[in-house]
């Protein structure tokens, strides 16, 4: 019987086959307070789509001053199509001040302090740290949640939970970035929450499903 770790590697191997040894990134970004705020307007929209609106709109607001300065209104109209855009526009400005004021206009780079931000949680907080600084952490989305408990690397469909199971059965910070992204890809194309593909699964002689 394969310890829940062995059983990870070997996951990771086959996701690592599938779909390359690196990080999958979507969102389209040139530095890292870009990076944030994509991140920040993906909340419940596609990369696609937030990558449609962030070329026009980074070539408005160069700066993070831009953006502390910004116009909530006209903000709003940029972001609109990216959905529950008043919260997005708002969250986007107050963390541009904060991030110049108390973060010397660099995105900070540990847990605590990006959970100060707002629209900021425990999923886009370990996006973050993965991506953008190379800190590992997995960012348990509907995806990840699903496929690690079908896969029997986790007990629950808690985030919370669930990203310190994986945490300890990935303790590698570079393979924590990877499964999370190569997890959200395997969802996009197989193991989709409710019409999961299990008859073109190279996952499935490990499912509990």
């Given at each position: 019987?394969?310890?829940?770790?062995?059983?990870?590697?070997?996951?990771?191997?086959?996701?690592?086959?599938?779909?390359?040894?690196?990080?999958?990134?979507?969102?389209?970004?040139?530095n890292d307070y870009e990076f944030?705020?994509?991140?920040?307007?993906?909340?419940?929209?596609?990369?696609?789509?937030?990558?449609?609106?962030?070329?026009?709109?980074?070539?408005?607001?160069?700066?993070?001053?831009?953006?502390?300065?910004?116009?909530?209104?006209?903000?709003?109209?940029?972001?609109?199509?990216?959905?529950?855009?008043?919260?997005?526009?708002?969250?986007?400005?107050?963390?541009?001040?904060?991030?110049?004021?108390?973060?010397?206009?660099?995105?900070?780079?540990?847990?605590?302090?990006?959970?100060?931000?707002?629209?900021?949680?425990?999923?886009?907080?370990?996006?973050?740290?993965?991506?953008?600084?190379?800190?590992?952490?997995?960012?348990?989305?509907?995806?990840?949640?699903?496929?690690?408990?079908?896969?029997?690397?986790?007990?629950?469909?808690?985030?919370?939970?669930?990203?310190?199971?994986?945490?300890?059965?990935?303790?590698?910070?570079?393979?924590?970035t990877i499964i999370n992204t190569?997890?959200?890809?395997?969802?996009?194309?197989?193991?989709?929450?409710?019409?999961?593909?299990?008859?073109?699964?190279?996952?499935?002689?490990?499912?509990?499903?």
């Amino acid at each position: 019987m394969k310890t829940n770790k062995e059983k990870a590697s070997i996951i990771l191997n086959r996701l690592k086959k599938r779909y390359g040894k690196e990080l999958l990134i979507h969102l389209n970004y040139k530095n890292d307070y870009e990076f944030l705020f994509s991140v920040i307007m993906s909340a419940q929209c596609t990369d696609k789509q937030v990558n449609i609106v962030t070329k026009s709109l980074y070539l408005k607001y160069k700066s993070l001053k831009d953006f502390a300065n910004a116009n909530i209104y006209e903000l709003e109209k940029e972001i609109k199509s990216t959905g529950f855009y008043h919260n997005k526009a708002k969250n986007i400005i107050y963390n541009a001040k904060i991030i110049i004021e108390e973060y010397n206009s660099k995105v900070p780079n540990d847990m605590n302090s990006l959970l100060k931000l707002k629209g900021v949680g425990r999923k886009t907080a370990n996006v973050v740290l993965g991506m953008l600084f190379n800190k590992g952490g997995i960012a348990v989305d509907t995806h990840v949640s699903v496929i690690s408990k079908r896969l029997g690397l986790t007990t629950t469909l808690d985030p919370l939970i669930a990203e310190e199971e994986l945490t300890k059965i990935i303790p590698n910070k570079k393979d924590q970035t990877i499964i999370n992204t190569h997890m959200i890809a395997f969802g996009r194309e197989i193991c989709k929450k409710n019409k999961p593909k299990c008859e073109n699964c190279f996952l499935s002689d490990l499912c509990l499903k």
